[in-house]
C-alpha cells in the first residue's frame, strides 16, 4: 500500500461599509497592481489583494501566489494571520474557501457566499501556495524543491519580500496556522523566523498546528490506530472480532505497552516506540527485522513465512486481518494503519456494491479517512473549487498573468509530484527539537489541535507524540489532556475557549466544543465533531479558539 497515497487531500459575505482602503494599507507603495476589485459570482469582498511574486535568489520561474485579506474589525488590525494548507502540496485556497477566509463554496455550485465565522474579523490574513508549483504557484524546471529544507528557505525569503513591499503589515503581530502537513511547514518556518529576527525582525506571536504531522509517524498512526478503532468501532460499524484482532495485533507487536507508559501524567521517561512499523519510524532502521516475539506469533497462527510472496491488501475476516497486520510484505510486520484503512476501504467498496446487504450490515459504506463521520452524501469540495478557480476570469480578477495563447491554465488543488518528493525525503519530526526549542528557548506559545473524526492523524497519536516531547524542563503534561472542557460561543463579549463562557452566555450561545489542557506555553485542544479539516466542519468553534486562544495571547 503506498502511505503517501493517504495524505492527499486533505475539506453573500458579510455586508461592510464602502470605505477606502485603511491609512495602514495606503503607507505600502508598489502594491496597486494586485489589488483586487471583484470576484465573479460572489458579492463585494474585503479590500484584498492577490498575485504571484518571485521567491528571490533561487532559479527563474519559482513565484508563490498569495492573496492577502485586510481585516473587518479595526479593533483586530495588529493581527497577522498567516494560512498553511498541507498535503504537501495543497493550496491554501482550500482552507479559504472552506472555512477560514471571507467566502465559502456554496453547496453543490460555485457560487462563493459570505461566511459569518471568517478569520479577517481577526486581523489580517495572508493565504500563500507554497512550496513552489502549489496551486496557482510557479515553479521552475527541473523542479527546485526537493527537501524541506529548500521549502522552508524558499518560502523565508519569500516571506521577507512580501513584507518588505507590503511594508504596512511589517510591525503586525503575526500567527502561523495551518493544517496536516502544515506541522512539518510551520515549526520549520517558525525556527528560521525566529533563528534571524536580529537580521529581519517578524514580530511572531505563535505558531497553531491542526490534526498535524508533528512526531513520529509510526507512534502517530500504527501504534495508536487500535485505541481510535476502539473508541470509534460505533461510527466505523466494526464487528467484535475485528476489533479483537486489532487488540490482538497490538499486544503482539507491543503497543499496548507504549500506551499504557503514555498514559502517566507527566510521563515517567522517554517513551520507546518499538519497532519500525510500516516504514514510518524515522529513528529506526529501515531494514531492522521482525522481533522474536512477532516471529513466533506468526507461526503459532499459521500465517506463513515473514516477508512471503504474497499480500493481502483486501482483509475482512479476523483472520485475513491478522495475517495482513502481521505478515504483510506490502507494508512490514505490525501494519496495523495500513490494515485497518485497507479494510474499512474494502467494507465501503463492499457495501455500496452489494445492493442485497442485509439493514444490520457491519460495512460502512463511503470510508472517508480524514474524516469518520462523513458519508456517501457529503459534497467534496475539491471539484468545486477546480471548476471555480480554473475559470480565467477568476484568474484575471486575481491578477494571474494570462497563459500562452492558445491554452489554458487548470488549477489543481494539490500537486502529486510536490507530496511524493518531500514525502519521501522523510524530514526529522518537528516533536524531537524544533517545537521544543520554540516553546523553551524562544518561549513562543505553541498550539496543537486535533478533531476527534480524523483518522489520518489520529488525535490519540497526536496526544503521544506531545507526552513524549520535553519543552521548559518536564516531558509531557502532568494532567490528563482531557482534564477540562472547552467552549465556544462566537459572539462578542464570551469567555475565553477553555475557561467557559461568560455574560450569561447560556447553553443556547455557549457550548461544549470538546476538551483541553495547557502547560508551560504548549496548548492542546481536541474538538468535538470535527475531522481533519476542524474548520470546515466546526467553523463557529474555530473562529472562538482563533480568538480566544491564537490571537488573544
Known sequence: ???????????????????????????????????????????????????????????????????????????????????????????????????????????????????????????????????????????????????????????????????????????????????????????????????????????????????????????????????????????????????????????????DNLLRDANHFPPKGKLHIPGNHENLNFRRDRQQPPSQLLREEVHRRGLGTLYNETCDIHPTTKETVLASILNSTCNGPCATFATAINYLNTAAETSSTNKTEPPDTENQACFDIYDISNDCNTIDPLPLQATYFSRPDVQKALNLPPPPEGTTREYSPCNKTILDTLLAEQPTPPAYNILPRIATTHNLPVHVYSGEYDMLINHIGTELALQNMSWKGALGFSRPLNSSIFYADATAGSGPAGSGCGDGGGESSCEEAGTWVSERGVSYHLFHGAGHTVFAKKSREMFAYVRDVVVAG
Open 1 to 255: 500500500m503506498d502511505i503517501a497515497t493517504l495524505y492527499t487531500f486533505l475539506y453573500t459575505l458579510w455586508a461592510v461599509p464602502t470605505v477606502l482602503f485603511s491609512g495602514a494599507g495606503r503607507s505600502s507603495t508598489g502594491i496597486s497592481q494586485f489589488e483586487v476589485h471583484s470576484l465573479p459570482n460572489t458579492a463585494q469582498l474585503p479590500p484584498s489583494w492577490a498575485g504571484q511574486l518571485p521567491v528571490p535568489e533561487t532559479e527563474e520561474g519559482n513565484a508563490l501566489f498569495f492573496w492577502l485579506f485586510e481585516t473587518e474589525d479595526t479593533a483586530y488590525d495588529e493581527n497577522l494571520i498567516i494560512w498553511f494548507n498541507g498535503g504537501p502540496g495543497c493550496s491554501s485556497l482550500i482552507g479559504l474557501t472552506t472555512g477560514t477566509g471571507p467566502v465559502l463554496l456554496n453547496g453543490t455550485s460555485t457560487q462563493l457566499v459570505r461566511n459569518p465565522h471568517s478569520w479577517t474579523k481577526l486581523g489580517h490574513v495572508l493565504y500563500v501556495d507554497q512550496p513552489a508549483g502549489t496551486g496557482f504557484s510557479t515553479a521552475s524546471i527541473p523542479y527546485p524543491v526537493q527537501d524541506q529544507d529548500r521549502a522552508t528557505d524558499d518560502f523565508y525569503r519569500w516571506l521577507k519580500s512580501f513584507l518588505t513591499r507590503f511594508s504596512h503589515l511589517r510591525s503586525k503581530r503575526v500567527h502561523l496556522i495551518g493544517e496536516s502537513y502544515a506541522g512539518i511547514y510551520i515549526p520549520y518556518l517558525a525556527a528560521a523566523i525566529l533563528d534571524n529576527n536580529d537580521t529581519f525582525p517578524i514580530d511572531l506571536r505563535s505558531i497553531s498546528l491542526g490534526d498535524a504531522t508533528i512526531g513520529n509517524p509510526a507512534a502517530m498512526s500504527a501504534a495508536t490506530i487500535a485505541p481510535y478503532l476502539r473508541a470509534q468501532r460505533d461510527l466505523l460499524h466494526m464487528s467484535d472480532e475485528i476489533i479483537d484482532a486489532f487488540t490482538e495485533a497490538e499486544h503482539t507487536c507491543g503497543y
